[in-house]
Nanobody, 115 residues
């Protein structure tokens, strides 16, 4: 089982990034997918989630209207499109796959937003 997070980087406030999480080793289409983030000194928090077929999504209030989660079950990949980035979005972003009590995590990708 592997989740590989990518797409992070350094961006100025107001900019955009697109994160990707490539999955392998399990039946991707059966798992709900989420993106979490963890800033230094803070707990990991849920950013966005998407159901197995992509029919339903939900977002943290802090990112609503700016971030979009999507998935491509044919490519076993989940994405997080991040627009209008703010310095407070700076964190390590992790993707998560969940099926009942089974949960897998990516290794994380650093997003740094400069003011």
């Amino acid at each position: 089982v592997q989740l590989v997070d990518s797409g992070g980087g350094l961006v100025q406030a107001g900019g955009s990034l697109r994160l990707s999480c490539a999955a392998s080793g399990f039946t991707f289409s059966s798992y709900a997918m989420s993106w979490y983030r963890q800033a230094p000194g803070k707990e990991r928090e849920l950013v966005a989630a998407i159901t197995t077929a992509g029919g339903s999504t939900n977002y943290a209030d802090s990112v609503k209207g700016r971030f979009t989660i999507s998935r491509d079950n044919a490519k076993n990949t989940v994405y997080l499109e991040m627009n209008s980035l703010k310095p407070e979005d700076t964190a390590v972003y992790y993707c998560n796959a969940k099926f009942y009590l089974i949960s897998y995590w990516g290794q994380g990708t650093q997003v740094t937003v400069s003011s």
